[in-house]
């Protein structure tokens, strides 16, 4: 009996850690260009997030590899890691996330919002992503897509003389992994 009176103060003191399989997440992204439209992936590097059901407070990273950029096309990807990313001297592009509006679904599906920082090419931006939650288990996929306006936010634009591109770049994330409960700090 004691036990039973016990769970509910037990389950207000965890929290939720979600870990995310690099093999199991696909980063795409998108950039208009003249006459055709540039299509590219990014691999993660590694993710933890733990926040708290309650209060929405979250911690942890979801680090990408700057350099894994790709499109298909080796010029233009030199361009990328040379003169837009610099991605020799900022390696990683990394969201740390501060905090979740909205609750995970016991099973099935849920909407968020997570709202965090995006560290990319030296500097901190604030962004809040509207994320789709499928729960299965302790299996979770998860899905987002925001709006990288990269010249905006200091990095050169790569146009050239015929060529032009756009100001932004449209990301799409699709995510796997796992969920667990984790004792409150």
Known sequence: MTLMLLLPCLASAQQIQVTIDPAQTRIDWTLGATMHTVHGTFKLKS???TFDPKSG????????????????NQDRDKDMHTKV????????????????IGSVAEQGQSNLQVQGVLRIHGADHDVTMSMKVDKTGDDIKASTALVVPYQEWGMKNPSKMFLHVDNKVDVSISAAGKMSAATAR
């Open 47 to 49: 993710g933890a997030v």
């Open 57 to 72: 407070e979250a911690s942890g990273a979801i680090v990408v590899d700057a350099s894994s950029g790709e499109s298909g």
């Open 85 to 100: 990313l610099e991605s020799a001297k900022y390696p990683e592009i990394t969201f740390l996330p501060k905090h979740v």
